[in-house]
Structures are given as C-alpha cells and as structure tokens.
Nanobody, 124 residues
C-alpha cells in the first residue's frame, strides 16, 4: 500500500490549487483516503476525507473552499482548494485507512499508510 501526493506549489492569495494523491497496491474500493496538512511549527491537522463509498467530510477550516473527488481511474484522489489564504500554507499529506469511521475520520491514527507530502505555499 503506497500513496504519493503531488501538485503543490506557490500560489497567490485567492488562487486555487488541485493536489493529487496517487495510490498503488490497492484500489479506492478498499480504503478510505484522508488529507492532512502540517503548517510550519504546527501539528498535522485534518483537512478532509473520502471513504470507500464516496462519502466526503471536510474540516471547518476548508469547508466551502475545498473539494475532494476521485479520478476515473479509481487510483487517484484529488483535493482542490479555492480562495487560498496564507494560513493554508503547509505540507499536505494523503493517507489511507481501512478502519475509518465517523468518530475517527479526523484522527491521524485512523490512517495506517501515509504518502510523502507536497508543499503548498500561499504568498503574495
């Protein structure tokens, strides 16, 4: 089970970015995928998740600005964030879990497999 996040970069405030999470060794029918981010000097925090049934949840910090979706190839998950703000600056990670439920969807411990992060910098 492997994951690889990509698509990060530098963007101005108000801009948009779409991150990709490519999964290897499993299909999205068997794992739930979570997105987390870690700002400099801060702890890693939940951004959103999509479960194997297609149910999606978002953190309040990105609700209304973020969209999580699955690609047609069934091995890619996307995270798009619009109206980016400087406080969205962080390393973004995707992770896979097989025992994610409503009560632990925002917990890092629910996800056993993590990909390398991709850096998003929002600055003018």
């Amino acid at each position: 089970v492997q994951l690889q996040a990509s698509g990060g970069g530098s963007v101005q405030p108000g801009g948009s970015l779409r991150l990709s999470c490519a999964v290897f060794g499993f299909t999205l029918d068997s794992y739930d995928i979570g997105w987390f981010r870690q700002a400099p000097g801060m702890e890693r925090k939940f951004v959103g998740a999509i479960n194997r049934s297609g149910g999606i949840s978002y953190a309040d910090s990105v609700k209304g600005r973020a969209t999580i979706s699955r690609g047609n190839t069934r091995n890619t998950v996307f995270l798009q964030i619009n109206s980016l703000r400087p406080d969205d600056t962080a390393v973004y990670y995707c992770a896979a879990g097989s025992s994610v439920i409503v009560s632990n969807v925002a917990s890092q411990t629910a996800y056993a497999n993590w990909g390398q992060g991709t850096l998003v910098t929002v600055s003018s």
